[in-house]
């Protein structure tokens, strides 16, 4: 007869898992069931910092300047160009140059009748030389703006249901990163521990290494990429709070920068100079921090000009404008701050972003990024790791396993792939080509998907190690064939002190370093003999989902 402490609780009755063990397995399936979207939202926001760098890059016909031109100059030149363009549009914009971008990207929308753009479509976009005013010829590319919105929208997909997928997966990353704490009792003190080449031992070594080396910032970006997306996600206070037009006019103006057209009178007057608005604005915030000029109803009675703020130097994306009438030139209003709740908006929206940073802050926020985008990465090798040593035939796993196995490769090797097919796209793809624009983000996601094919069809560890080749050889061609296909050679970048164009081509070949030293470990791990057990265990698979002791 079993012996009882009571009459109800046996004394061999299992119990129950503590705190510890419940957090850990909320840990492991938080991560593993977002953790592919998780990964990618990583990697292309991280390579989002360098967006503007990454434009540049992909536009290589537009010219290299070492000084940067004056604004309110340049402002002047190409609102006598837009004015000329597309006359009577309720609104056209233009980022004024700075250190990053040397050229004026400017933006328009057309009132329904009015005509339409090229693409169909009652919006359009040039590139404008500042010192001529004259458009720029260059290819047609989203550049990095693909790699940012990608990343919390995805693509293929309604915009609003990108969104809430990238926040529901936010939401489970939170719950991961807290579980994990929780779970970890020694976590500070495993992070001062990496034991090499020891199986399971060593991802769970770098997993929390990696963890707690950018631990505070993993947890802000997260948090604070919800926060930017609060509006969509939380609408029922706003709902609730704003019910008339004036009351979500004022919302608005909280939150953004952009001016709402009014209704045209149909009297038509000259625009005022757009440059004494800016040399104004440029007194106020300084020479260097004026970010863009936006018109509404240009050439007409109404006309309005906004000039806004620059981003950098100030850890706030609380809009800063002053507007002014677009006939007589005449300041109306100075807008430098907003409640407290839309400030502490801007606050956390500015840091998930970085624009207010400098460039050893981009830089420090790209590593500390690139961390945690190995953390996840290497959360999802460590399932398949771990897993493996339960099955009952390791050589022959069941169809869940091989699958979570096939997806690591291809959502981990073949993203950078993917991505570097996409660039390749950029310099391969004919110039006059239709859709031209919408093709470089097709070859990005058919390079991606021949990836998960090739994992499908090769042993897991043969395809890790071809697909860290094919990565490392498509990262370090890419200078060349610039080289072959532009005017923009890496050595006539290094001769004119071109750094953007110098260091992303560097950059190029360090990442695919990186990938070849990835290839050579897991190919050095798959010839190496297994030790010998202290104790009897199942022989080692021979087709692991990753080298046990690799990187």
């Not at 509006?231 to 608005?252: D, I, R, S, V």
């Not at 103006?253 to 009297?267: D, E, H, V, W, Y």
């Amino acid at each position: 007869m079993t012996t009882t402490k009571n009459d109800d609780v046996p004394d061999d009755e299992p119990k129950a898992p503590g705190i510890r063990q419940t957090m850990s397995d909320l840990h492991t399936w938080a991560g593993l069931l977002c953790g592919w979207f998780l990964y990618a939202m990583f990697l292309t926001g991280t390579v989002s910092y360098f967006k503007d760098e990454i434009s540049q890059w992909m536009r290589p016909e537009l010219p290299h300047r070492a000084v940067v031109p004056d604004a309110a100059e340049s402002a002047q030149r190409i609102a006598n160009q837009l004015v000329q363009l597309v006359p009577n549009a309720p609104q056209w914009s233009m980022r004024l140059p700075d250190e990053r971008y040397t050229t004026v990207d400017s933006f328009w929308r057309l009132a329904p009748g009015q005509g339409a753009a090229a693409n169909g479509r009652n919006f359009g976009s040039a590139n404008f030389d500042p010192l001529t005013g004259e458009k720029v010829a260059s290819r047609e590319t989203v550049g990095g703006e693909f790699f940012y919105r990608f990343h919390f929208q995805f693509h293929y997909m309604p915009v609003r249901w990108g969104r809430w997928l990238a926040g529901v997966c936010a939401m489970f990353m939170l719950v991961a990163i807290v579980s994990g704490v929780i779970t970890h009792k020694k976590i500070f003190t495993d992070f001062f521990t990496f034991r090499w080449g020891k199986g399971q031992r060593s991802w769970l070594d770098a997993h929390n290494a990696l963890s707690v080396f950018g631990l505070p910032f993993h947890f802000m970006i997260t948090y604070t990429g919800l926060i930017t997306l609060m509006a969509l996600y939380m609408p029922f206070g706003e709902q609730a709070a704003y019910t008339t037009p004036a009351q979500k006019q004022e919302m608005t103006s909280q939150l953004s920068a952009f001016i709402q057209p009014g209704k045209a009178t149909g009297q038509p007057a000259p625009l005022a100079p757009v440059d004494d608005m800016v040399r104004q604005a440029q007194a106020r915030w300084g020479e260097g921090n004026v970010g863009r000029l936006t018109a509404t109803n240009a050439g007409d009675s109404a006309a309005r000009v906004s000039v806004t703020r620059g981003e950098e130097g100030r850890v706030s994306m609380s809009p800063q404008y002053m507007l002014f009438d677009g006939v007589s030139g005449k300041l109306l209003e100075v807008k430098e701050s907003v409640g407290p709740a839309a400030e502490t908006r801007g606050v956390l929206y500015s840091l998930h972003l970085g624009r207010f940073s400098d460039l050893h802050m981009r830089w420090l926020y790209f590593i500390v990024s690139l961390a945690g985008t190995a953390m996840v990465g290497t959360g999802l090798v460590m399932w398949t790791v771990k897993r493996r040593r339960k099955l009952g035939d390791p050589a022959r796993p069941h169809f869940g396993f091989r699958l979570v196995e096939k997806l690591n490769i291809a959502s981990i090797a073949g993203l950078s792939i993917a991505m570097a097919g996409f660039l390749w796209g950029n310099r391969l793809l004919p110039q006059g080509m239709a859709e031209r624009t919408a093709w470089e983000v097709h070859v990005f996601f058919i390079v991606w998907a021949l990836t998960l094919a090739h994992a499908m069809l090769r042993p897991s560890r043969r395809a890790w190690i071809e697909q860290f080749w094919i990565g490392a050889a498509a990262l370090a061609l890419l200078p060349l064939v610039s080289a072959l296909t532009t005017e923009r050679p890496l050595w006539r970048s290094l001769a004119e002190g071109d750094w953007v164009f110098a260091g992303f081509e560097f950059m190029l070949w360090a990442l695919a370093g990186l990938h070849a030293w990835l290839a050579v470990r897991t190919a050095r791990h798959q010839g190496s003999k297994p030790r010998a057990a202290r104790a009897p265990a199942p022989s080692a698979p021979t087709g692991s989902a990753m080298p046990q002791g690799g990187a």
